[in-house]
């Protein structure tokens, strides 16, 4: 009998746990696509939902007018909807651009729409003109972020490679929004805004690394002392080696900084790695036959090699003009209008 007893509770219990699993389950997925609703012309929906109208009629309203706006509106920089972004859930893409670079940073949004690869874009804006520009293009787009620099603006022209201090100037604060990012956990891809991508990379960040970046001089995938680490297209896992190195990074070029020493962060990098300074980081190489450097991206070209190219990064090829003319000379350039229309329009 008292076995008997126990059984129906126990019953009750599973009964009831599973209903609970249930209403969980419907608010969970109601919690998820919440943010949809905030982001994209929330005065409608606001309106739409908000009906005074029995509970059948109020539902097929949400089915009707929420619905679609909830799942399917895409960005129009990415092309993608809210449900395509959280498919690849705290992953972020990095970068950093300024007017002078505008043209070039929609130049690798729009290879990476075409390829129809979705998820979180982050774009530091390092002057007031190219962010009220990019941040009216990304409105109601969920893939894209625009956010003004935090750490003082830059001018809007191009900086050149020869004005060293201020060149040097705009890549060295990019180790700061990174490391905010992985702080919060997020495994990171900073890209270059110069790079073009054919082919969907993230695949290839698999596996057990700290970070994932190409080496320019060793024979792939070998790790040398002679190795040249390229910092602009590195994938970032959130590692306690990853943290220690990215702070580290960012110290080392503030003592620079404070001694009047102009190091690029690149090279900073680089000592880092080749010290094991402050700890040994494991690193997955990328293979330069298919993410190529800009000149073995175009040797590779010229010799017609058949390598199935993952994301090109015009490196290498100095200056917005000349790595437009690159861009140009292999159809790989999709911006319509030039900077200085653009600029006209702000
Ligand atoms: C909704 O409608 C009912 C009856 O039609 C009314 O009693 C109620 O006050 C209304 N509620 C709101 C929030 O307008
Ligand atoms: C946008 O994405 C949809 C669905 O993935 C696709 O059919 C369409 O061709 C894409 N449009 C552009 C301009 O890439
Ligand atoms: C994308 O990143 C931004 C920060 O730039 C964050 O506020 C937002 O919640 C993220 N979206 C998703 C779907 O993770
Ligand atoms: C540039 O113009 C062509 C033809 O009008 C159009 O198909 C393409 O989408 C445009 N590219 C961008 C990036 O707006």
């Known amino acids: ?45 606001t309106n739409a939902c908000n009906c005074n109208v029995t509970q059948r009629e109020q539902e097929d309203e949400a089915a009707r007018l929420c619905t679609p706006v909830r799942n399917d509106k895409p960005g129009s920089l990415s092309n993608c909807t809210l449900a395509d ?25 729009e290879s990476i729409k075409r390829i129809g690869v979705c998820v979180n ?31 003082g603006e830059s001018t ?18 990019r180790q700061a929004y990174l490391l905010a990012m992985l702080e919060q956990g997020l495994e990171v891809l900073f890209s270059d805004a110069d790079t073009f991508w054919f082919r969907d990379p993230f695949p290839y960040f698999q596996g057990d690394f700290d970070i994932s970046l190409i080496d320019s001089i060793s024979p792939y995938p070998l790790r040398t002392p002679r190795g040249d680490f390229c910092a602009g297209f590195v994938y970032y896992k959130p590692t306690d080696a990853t943290l220690q ?6 110290q080392t070029m503030q003592e620079n900084d404070k001694k009047g020493k ?61 790595k437009i003319a690159k861009f140009k000379s292999s159809n790989m350039w999709l911006v319509n209008s030039t900077i200085e229309e653009i600029a006209s329009q702000l």
Not at 157 to 167: A, D, N, P
């Open 1 to 45: 009998m008292a076995q008997d007893h126990v059984y129906k509770v126990l019953f009750f219990v599973q009964s009831a746990a599973f209903i609970v699993l249930i209403i969980n389950y419907s608010q969970t997925s109601y919690d998820i696509q919440k943010p949809i609703k905030l982001s994209v012309a929330p005065t409608d929906v």
């Open 85 to 109: 972004i959280m498919k690849r859930p705290g992953v972020m893409l990095l970068t950093s651009t300024n007017l002078g670079f505008l043209d070039i940073t929609l130049n690798m949004l």
């Open 121 to 151: 874009i982050t774009i530091f804006s390092e002057d007031q003109k190219c962010y009220r520009y990019l941040s009216e293009r990304a409105e109601g787009d969920p893939a894209v972020h625009v956010v003004l620099t935090n750490s």
């Open 156 to 173: 809007s022209k191009e900086i050149l490679r020869t004005e060293r201090h201020s060149y040097y100037a705009l890549f060295n604060k």
């Open 245 to 250: 190195l990215v702070k580290a990074w960012i």
């Open 262 to 322: 102009l190091l690029a962060d690149q090279s900073v990098l680089n000592g880092l790695l080749k010290a094991d300074k402050p700890v040994h980081i494991n690193i997955k190489p990328l293979d330069t036959n298919i993410f190529p450097y800009g000149p073995k991206f175009y040797s590779l070209l010229a010799k017609k090699a058949n390598y199935p190219t993952v994301v090109m990064h015009a490196a290498s090829i100095r200056g917005r003009a000349a």
